[in-house]
């Protein structure tokens, strides 16, 4: 098996290493307990990542869950070593990061132990087969008995369409070396045959668009491992499972759920979906229809019973954090009137039911604080002015709408809700990973486990302020210092420098990048 071009790829240009929300702990554990599942809590779990590059995605969950345990292991000693730096700046002692072949791990249980979540992102498709196999076997080794693995991999039918612009870009860059000039070329030709298909072939030039539109988002660092890399396997979901299943894994849900909804088509086309009664081949059904082209998938030990209908009740244990808005400015919560609500996906809802209403308008107002579900029924109620006490038939028509507008992606649900300050305090304090990575990082890593991107350059300064001791005078001096020492250009147009720290502020507070004090 051929490893060694693997191995110096990464090592001559490392992958960009970020967080993925979709692999969280409390992510995890609050899909498999709603299906039915008892998972370890995210506060206590064990974490072990198979690709886990210079640690970006681990990092942060040690930093925001120091009493749970978490593992990485890379096949790239540079990223591993800038991992290892990290958590040394960090004080963290609760991330082991290891430079080693997944192949070289022998026995998972003797030699690392057993693993609530094992997480496998942006490798079982660019490795070779021998190491998608062993990813598999650890998974069914190492997994706790009501542990959750992520995998995530490349589709079909969707990576039909982008194999052969893949094929094309490879082949014009067969002799090319140097890494920034096969990215570079690699965008060059495609550009070329975008420009050079003949308006007549209309569909293929628009096809050519697309792709050439998808590759300049990636940067260069992704185009060389993601698309021109030696090894690109896509599946089918159904060859996935079918592989899965020979390891003892069976499907749990999507990453995202929402992928597995067929509420987006016509009646008529959900009841044939629904008819299949095996979510695999409901899923693969809707794989087709949507030329999906990446998955995100979820596995768990065969022997685990599932509930694979969630009832409205199941939801009483969560936090809600709202992820819609409503289309209009000014929603009318009165019975019969029809408000519309949309996801950052572009699904839309109609409602006409009061309670209802106010319940997904009452998180666009907290958002993104989660609130609990008593919580959130007695907020709704609220809202509408109502006397007494929402009814039993109340609480069920909230979990029935939360379960219809989870699989919308447009609400999350958390059993360990993340702590950050809903608004800044006199003193607000960003963590010390969040001011190292300002500092280091073109993005950094809010407390939901989201990369956020600051462009500001006076909200950039000012995240580096942000320590716990600072109040906004002593703040508004560093900033200053800052303008005068000429490290910060602030234009001169526009509202004082006291009203534009604090707007920043606040924006902070929404964005979940200020820890509760």
Not at 192 to 214: C, I, M, N, S, W
Not at 235 to 256: I, P
Not at 390 to 399: H, K, T
Not at 445 to 466: D, F, G, K, T, W
Request: hydrophobic share 40%; charged share 20%; aromatic share 8%.
């Amino acid at each position: 098996m051929e490893t060694t071009s693997v191995h110096n790829s990464y090592d001559l240009v490392p992958y960009p290493s970020g967080a993925f929300r979709q692999t969280h702990p409390d992510h995890l554990a609050a899909l498999a307990t709603l299906y039915g599942m008892s998972p370890a809590r995210a506060p206590t779990c064990r974490v072990l990542e198979l690709g886990c590059a210079s640690g970006g995605n681990l990092i942060p969950m040690a930093v925001g869950l120091p009493g749970a345990t978490f593992v990485g292991i890379d096949y790239s000693r540079r990223e591993i070593d800038e991992g290892l730096k990290r958590t040394a700046t960090l004080g963290l002692s609760n991330l082991t990061l290891c430079h080693r072949d997944i192949l070289d791990v022998s026995d998972i249980r003797t030699e690392l132990g057993t693993f609530d979540y094992i997480l496998v992102h942006g490798v079982f498709s660019w490795v070779p087969e021998a190491v998608r196999l062993r990813i598999l076997e650890l998974c069914r080794d190492g997994l706790s008995d009501q542990g959750v693995a992520y995998i995530s991999y490349n589709a079909y039918p969707g990576w039909h369409i982008r194999q052969f612009v893949r094929g094309m870009i490879r082949f014009h860059v067969r002799n090319i070396e140097e890494p920034k000039e096969r990215a570079r070329q690699a965008r060059s030709v495609l550009a070329f045959a975008e420009h050079a298909v003949p308006a007549t072939d209309a569909l293929y030039k628009a096809e050519l668009k697309g792709q050439l539109e998808r590759v300049a988002q990636l940067t260069d660092e992704v185009l060389l491992h993601d698309e021109l890399g030696e090894y690109n396997q896509p599946y089918y979901f159904h060859e996935f499972m079918e592989l899965a299943g020979r390891y003892d894994m069976q499907f749990l849900t999507e990453a995202d759920p929402s992928y597995m909804r067929a509420e987006r088509y016509a009646a008529s086309v959900q009841k044939v979906l629904r008819g299949a009664g095996d979510p695999v081949v409901t899923g693969q059904y809707l794989d087709f229809l949507g030329c999906r082209p990446f998955r995100q998938t979820l596995l768990c030990k065969k022997q685990v019973s599932l509930q694979r209908s969630p009832t409205p009740s199941s939801l009483v244990p969560f936090s809600i954090q709202g992820t819609c808005s409503s289309v209009s400015k000014n929603v009318d919560l009165s019975a019969g009137v029809v408000e519309r609500f949309q996801s950052a996906n572009n699904v839309i809802i109609g409602l006409d039911d009061p309670l209802s209403k106010a319940a997904l308008l009452h998180l666009q107002r907290v958002a993104p604080q989660p609130v609990a579900f008593d919580s959130l029924i007695l907020s709704a109620w609220q809202l509408l002015n109502r006397e007494g006490v929402p009814s039993e038939s109340d609480r069920e028509g909230l979990g029935e709408l939360l379960l219809a507008v989870h699989g919308g992606g447009m609400v999350e649900l958390h059993l360990h809700p993340p702590s950050f300050a809903a608004t800044p305090s006199e003193r607000p304090r960003a963590s010390a990973l969040l001011r190292q990575q300002i500092q280091q990082e073109p993005f950094i890593v809010n407390l939901l486990h989201q990369n956020v991107h600051i462009e500001e350059p006076l909200a950039r300064c000012m995240l580096s302020y942000l320590d716990g001791q600072t109040d906004r005078a002593a703040l508004l001096v560093a900033i200053e210092a800052e303008r005068t020492q000429g490290r910060l250009v602030i234009p001169s147009d526009g509202p004082p420098l006291t009203e534009r720290i604090e707007a920043n502020l606040h924006k902070m507070a929404k964005m979940a990048l200020l820890e509760r004090e």
